[in-house]
């Protein structure tokens, strides 16, 4: 049994942050209802950046709705309207990530939501909170990127802002929300009390920066401060950072320079005796690492630096991470599958409950697919 067996959430968000967090409570065992528009549904179905397409949908779409059921209802339709409060007045969770003031003219705010389920846990994702003059603004994740320092942290110093190649800030919101319906449910187990939880794409963007922003607290406002090359880490001084070598790229975490430059064979590291030094000199320190890695192949400095317990990695793309071992034993992948049997590969929930993966092999659903289902438990 997993552990939201029995918790029935009715989700009406769309695209990436709401859905991500109900495909976690999903994998977890809820039962997640997404209410979408009748003929068109989620614009996650049609609206991507990619322009790859699987069984008619988008390929996220299909990655972050699996394990969920569709009801198709039109929320401005009296009898579908009527439909809708029926099924939060069952719910032990009602989400969606709308605009500030959407679900209020909808009249299915936490409010009057509440006045129908009193025990009910309401989730919000916004873009930019309730208030100030970015509340309006279009919660989509690189202009939260954009807004919020992120881009100063990756890249090097010369390359200008740099984003992130993933929508960090939704799965970000989305994880937090999660977050705080558990812990809403684990209270409402002992209290009966519901609640509301609101989480903003900025404050999770914010708070996932956490500690760049604490240093920048203390420190009389310094900017990040990126290194001219081999940049991962604009907080740390050398050699943190990815290096190419003779056939590949070689990343290197903290360590002693001059253990490196006896390790590496490198004698001009050998002088950078003093710690200060690791970050003050950073830039020629990564400058000199970098010309002597690409002398040789990758698995030479590995067979040297591995042994001395040297914190460091190969880079891998994602061909030959699918071909390790270490990829292989975690057993991260798995089939969904579509009621019209279309079958597609994607991951499987991280987390593991007594020591067992949480494969969920139901695919994502098409619009309207479980209306005749839920419309008839509603009426019995």
Not at 34 to 58: A, H, M, W
Not at 77 to 102: C, Y
Not at 308 to 315: G, L, N, Q, S, T
């Amino acid at each position: 049994m997993r552990p939201l067996e029995g918790i029935t959430v009715v989700d009406f968000s769309q695209f990436l942050s709401g859905p991500s967090a109900s495909l976690r409570l999903a994998d977890l065992g809820a039962r997640v209802i997404k209410v979408e528009r009748p003929g068109t549904g989620d614009i996650c179905r049609q609206l991507y950046v990619s322009n790859t397409f699987l069984d008619g949908e988008s390929t996220v779409f299909l990655a972050i709705n699996r394990n969920k059921e569709s009801l198709a209802l039109d929320l401005k339709n009296p009898e579908d309207r009527r439909h809708i409060e029926q099924l939060v007045a069952r719910a032990d969770i009602v989400m969606h990530n709308f605009r500030p003031g959407v679900m209020e003219r909808l009249g299915l705010d936490y409010e009057r939501v509440r006045a129908i389920n009193p025990r009910v846990i309401y989730g919000v994702i916004t873009g930019y909170g309730e208030e100030g003059p970015w509340r309006d603004k279009p919660g989509q994740d690189l202009l939260l990127q954009a807004l919020s320092g992120l881009t100063w942290l990756s890249g090097n110093a010369d390359d200008g802002p740099v984003p992130m190649g993933l929508s960090i800030v939704d799965i970000f919101a989305g994880a937090q929300l999660v977050q705080g319906l558990l812990a809403c449910l684990i209270r409402r187990e002992r209290t009966g009390q519901g609640g509301l939880v609101e989480v903003s794409m900025l404050e999770s963007i914010l708070d996932f920066q956490f500690e760049p922003l604490t240093v920048y607290f203390q420190d009389g406002g310094q900017l990040p401060q990126r290194t001219a090359t081999n940049n991962a880490h604009a907080y740390l001084g050398a050699p943190y950072g990815i290096y190419q070598t003779a056939d590949g790229y070689l990343a290197l975490a903290m360590g002693r320079i001059p253990q490196l430059g006896e390790l590496l064979g490198c004698p001009r590291l050998l002088d950078y005796t003093d710690p200060a030094s690791w970050f003050d000199q950073r830039d020629e320190i990564k400058a000199i690492l970098a010309e002597h890695l690409r002398t040789k192949p990758t698995a030479d400095w590995l067979a040297v630096l591995e042994p001395a317990d040297i914190w460091c990695a190969e880079v891998l793309d994602w061909k030959r991470l699918r071909a390790h071992e270490g990829y292989r034993v975690l057993g991260m992948e798995q089939t969904a599958r579509r009621g019209d049997g279309f079958e597609h590969l994607t991951t499987r929930c991280p987390i593991r409950i007594n020591g067992q993966r949480l494969y969920a092999g139901r695919g994502a659903p098409d619009v309207g697919e479980h209306n005749e289902r839920i419309l008839k438990e509603l009426l019995s």
